[in-house]
């Protein structure tokens, strides 16, 4: 957990490569940390690395399948490839999940 949060805070810092160092040694300790899947998604999102993005979002839902978060950077990393429907029904699987996911209700026009 302690590599995953670390992880958080540095890609919340805008640091995504440091970030995703973090995510690898956790998934290394833990290959079912979904958070810290979803996490690495963000940081590679960050690094326009969308498709490969997609690929860590999709083992977090895998995981778990109600992580609104994973659902969300699937959604915003679908949406940079131009993939606007799916990209949309990521977005509002991530509200079902939890209604009060600020930034996905602004990505859908909801807030």
Known sequence: MAWAGKGDTL???GRP????????R??????RDEEA?????????????FEDAIGCC????????RSAFAWFTKGSALGMLGM???AMKCVLKA???DPTYRKA???????
Do not use: H, T, V
């Open 26 to 31: 956790a998934l290394k300790m833990n290959p």
């Open 95 to 97: 509200i079902e999940i």
């Open 11 to 13: 890609r919340m810092l």
């Open 58 to 65: 999709d083992r977090a839902i895998e995981i778990n399948p």
């Open 17 to 24: 490569n440091e970030a995703n160092e973090c995510y690898d």
């Open 37 to 49: 899947w979803a996490g690495k998604g963000d940081g590679l999102n960050m690094l326009g690395r």
């Open 84 to 86: 606007e429907e799916e």
């Open 105 to 111: 209700l602004e990505e859908a026009g909801l807030l």
